[in-house]
Structures are given as C-alpha cells and as structure tokens.
C-alpha cells in the first residue's frame, strides 16, 4: 500500500464552541449521560459524488461502456454523479466528526476497452477526511480502498474532492492522484416533519464551499494564464529588438511559411501514451512533436493575411496519428488529424483538420473554437505572432474523439507565427523548441495543478472559516446535488505498477 502524506487532522475539531448551541440537532438529541454522548448514532444519510466527470464521459464515451447503480446506489440522468443511500453511523462529540457507511454498489464497465470495476460499501469519514470503497477489479475484492480526500465544511455539501494514489490505479490513470474529483455531498434525507427554515438555510449554505473550488480552478487558471502573456511579452521584445527588414510587407498579402504550435491536449496525449491505451503517437509529413510526449508543431504555412482588417487563414503541412488500444494487431484507437488550418478575423476564429478515424476520413472538421488575447494583427520584422490563443472544442470536435471529451472542454491553446516574407525569421527557427510561448504555457499548467492540490488539502476547511458542528451532518435537510467536476481533465499516465 502506497505511503499517504500525512494530513489526518481532525477537520471539524474546532466545533467545541458551537455544539451546545445547534439545539435541534442529532447532538441534542443525543443523550443524555457522557458516556452516551461520545458516539451519536446516525442513520439516513445519502452521500453524492460523480467520481470525476471526464472519467464517466470517457467510460460512456470512447470505452462505450456503461454505468450501472444497484442495490439502493443510483445515477443522475445525463451521466450524472451517483448516489449512495440508507447511510448509518456515528457521530463522535467529543473529536467532532462523522463516520458513515453506505449501501448501494456501482460497476464500471467497458468490453472495447477491457475492463470491469465494481465499487461498494462506500464510507466517509471526515476525521480522515477521505471517501473510501471496498473495490472488486479483475476477480480480487481490495476493502476499504481509499479513493478521495475531501476537504470537510460544515454543510458537508459540495466538499472538494481529491482522488488519490489509489484512486489513480483503480480508474486507471496514474495522473488521477491528486488531481480534483466531482465535489461530495453528505445530507441528512428530508424528514416530513421538517421543512423548517433550517433546511433552507442548509439550502442557501450548500454553494458555500462551491467559491472555494471555484477560487481555486480560478487561482489555477490565473496562474497559467499569468505566466503566458509574459512569455508573449519576451517574444515580442526580443523580436522588437531585432532590426526591421529592409522593405516592410505590405498590410496584406500571401503568407509566406509560419508554424501553428499545438498539443490537442495533454490528457489525451498521456493517455494514448501512458495510459491504458498503451499507445504510440508519430508525427509525420513535416510535423514534428516535441519531447517528452510534448506538443506538436506543424508547418510551412501557407494563406492569407490583412492586418487592416485582422484578419488571417492559414493551412500548415503536417499529421499526426495517435493509436493504442491494440488486440490482435487491431487498434480500438486509430486517430489521424492532417491539414490543419486556422482562421482568425478580429481575434476570433476557428481551427479545423481532416479527420481519419479506423480508417474513415472526414475533411474540414471543426475541432475548435478560437479566442485570441487580442483581436489585432500586428506584424513584427514581418512576422506576425499570436501566442495562447484559447482553443475550445467544438460538437463536431467532440464527435471526432468518439465522445472521450465534451463540447466545450479547454483545449491546449494555440501558438501561431507566420512569415509575411521569404526573409522573415520565425521565432522559433533558434529556440529548437525548448523555450518560447507553449513551454512556457506547459509549464504554468503543470504548476497551477500542484497549487491547487495544495490550496484543496483537508486542513483548507472548517478550520479556515468557522467552528460550527457540521449541520448536514446532524439531521439538517440538505440538497443532495453536485455540481459537475472543474474542469473536465482526463489525464491518463503511467499506471503505478503493482508491489
């Protein structure tokens, strides 16, 4: 069993003050002599988590597979997160915490991707602020694993979740440990008895920690974008300080050559590579990827340009092909996008490619939308350059990766560079590839990831904000829905190898 950091605090500790007050909880009821009070029975409880959304949409998706909830567990519509029923435990009153165990078993499934998980008795328990689940796999039964640390609040509602080491080998991906799960809900089933305005307050409450989440995929998504408009910024210096050319290009024209810097995105990447996939990706026909399962590179741009009017269309040379999922010398995945191309008009535009999917091409598919900084085109030394352009994938995009991300998902963003002139020199003809806008973008996402990890840790909870017993916890009615998970990533790497 892998070593756990240590980070066992007691989460809801600090609610000593405020017990004597929540007179109309499960604690009040309790009872009566010391003895009794240190552990309150409860019962009723329902607990929802949707695992992560990105994982259900790649079972549902490209594994085909399905979902089943049975035995009281069941599923939102939609593929939506699970819930686990006829929750029964303890509440301990002198450490201040809950530990409740559920009924209801969920099994994953897919035949094309060859696997089978089933998941039951589902705990939590806020004194180790983790979710845990007794997880059958390939015939074996392992109790009590350990699939999600949770950030406790006092309504116990829309509690941020991360999945950890284990999680990442059960679900099959090794970059799942510590990345953000679907937020948690533990609630009290709504009595008849009590439509009292404690249940609205636990209502109005629920969204509460929901800014904690939300500051956090912000401070992430701050922090990659902070760091990309500098390297924008040292590009166009260090192009500023070069000296012009001789005879400027014209405000609109052919495009010389120019690269387009792209990685599709870096969880697919890991995935067809590293995951369970067990893949390869070539880059062929000038394109190039870099290392380290980097991002790819295409090139020898032809198009057009008006810097007048911002405009630009350009088409590079260039495939690239991910494979993986090989049975028998058959391939599950067979993935070609060539002839790509990108339009920009006053900041926004698209990008599109020929798609060849197990052999069936379809041509001109748009893959993204794109947003650009800035919506003006300026040339430099007769080189126009647009670093970071945010990529979205579009419905055809998400039909072209057989359902593996939805519409909407962020993308890696788009690097774009283009030659005005035969003479131009492009950015990246002396920086092979090791510096410049996209390393720096990679890098900035790699670091946001481990700050949110460490900003989402247990002790970030009720120990920050308050010390009221946990009302969800103690009998009052909550909300029992949860938010679809920030951010869809499905980041697939190595598979932690068995001791």
Do not use: C
């Amino acid at each position: 069993m892998p070593v756990r950091s240590p980070r066992r605090s007691l989460a809801l500790a600090a609610a000593v003050a405020t017990a004597a007050a929540v007179g109309t909880t499960a604690l009040a009821v309790a009872g009566a002599t010391s003895a009794s009070a240190a552990e309150v029975p409860l019962s009723g409880y329902e607990l929802t988590w949707g695992i992560k959304q990105s994982y259900r949409t790649y079972v549902t998706g490209m594994a085909a597979g399905a979902f089943t909830a049975t035995d009281g567990a069941s599923q939102a519509a939609d593929n939506g997160a699970f819930t686990f029923t006829d929750g029964t435990g303890t509440y301990d009153s002198t450490a201040h915490t809950v530990d409740l165990g559920f009924k209801g078993s969920l099994k994953i499934e897919s035949t094309l991707h060859r696997f089978e998980i089933t998941l039951s008795d589902v705990k939590f328990d806020s004194a180790a602020a983790e979710i845990t689940a007794d997880v059958t796999k390939s015939g074996t039964t392992t109790q009590d694993v350990p699939l999600a640390d949770v950030t406790v609040t006092q309504a116990m509602s829309a509690m941020e979740t991360r999945l950890t080491e284990e999680a990442a080998d059960v679900f099959g991906s090794a970059s799942y440990e510590g990345a953000a799960g679907d937020p948690l809900t533990v609630a009290k089933v709504a009595q008849s008895q009590s439509p009292s305005p404690s249940a609205s307050a636990s209502e109005s409450t629920s969204p509460s920690p929901s800014p904690s989440a939300s500051a956090s995929a912000s401070a992430s998504a701050s922090a990659s974008q902070s760091a990309s408009p500098s390297a924008s910024a040292s590009a166009s210096t260090s192009q500023s300080a070069s000296p012009s050319a001789t005879t400027p290009a014209p405000a609109k024209g052919d495009i010389a050559d120019g690269t387009l810097g792209w990685g599709v995105k870096e969880s697919f990447r890991t995935y067809v590579v590293d995951g369970v996939a067990k893949g390869e990706i070539t880059a062929s026909g000038g394109a190039t990827q870099a290392a380290d399962n980097g991002i790819f590179t295409f090139v020898k741009a032809t198009g057009e340009y008006d810097t007048d009017a911002d405009t630009l269309s350009a088409a590079f040379q260039g495939s690239v092909n991910f494979k993986g999922h090989e049975e028998n010398g058959e391939y599950g995945l067979d993935l070609t996008l060539s002839d790509v191309r990108a339009t920009l008009d006053e900041g926004a535009g698209r990008l599109t490619a020929d798609v060849t999917s197990l052999g069936e091409k379809s041509q001109d598919v748009v893959l993204a939308d794109l947003k650009a900084v800035k919506s003006d085109l300026t040339a430099t030394d007769d080189v126009i350059t647009v670093n970071d352009v945010a990529a979205t994938l579009t419905e055809a995009g998400a039909e072209a990766f057989g359902g593996f991300y939805t519409a909407g998902t962020e993308l890696d963003p788009v690097d774009l560079a283009v030659a005005l002139t035969d003479d131009a020199t492009l950015p990246d003809d002396d920086s092979n590839g090791t510096s410049g806008p996209s390393a720096t973008a990679t890098n900035s996402g790699t670091t946001g990831g481990t700050t949110g990890s460490t900003t989402g840790g247990v002790t970030g909870g009720l120990a920050n904000t308050g010390s009221d017993v946990p009302a969800g916890a103690l009998g009052t009615a909550a909300a029992v829905t949860v938010a679809a998970g920030a951010g869809v990533v499905f980041a697939m790497r190595r598979r932690r190898t068995e001791a």
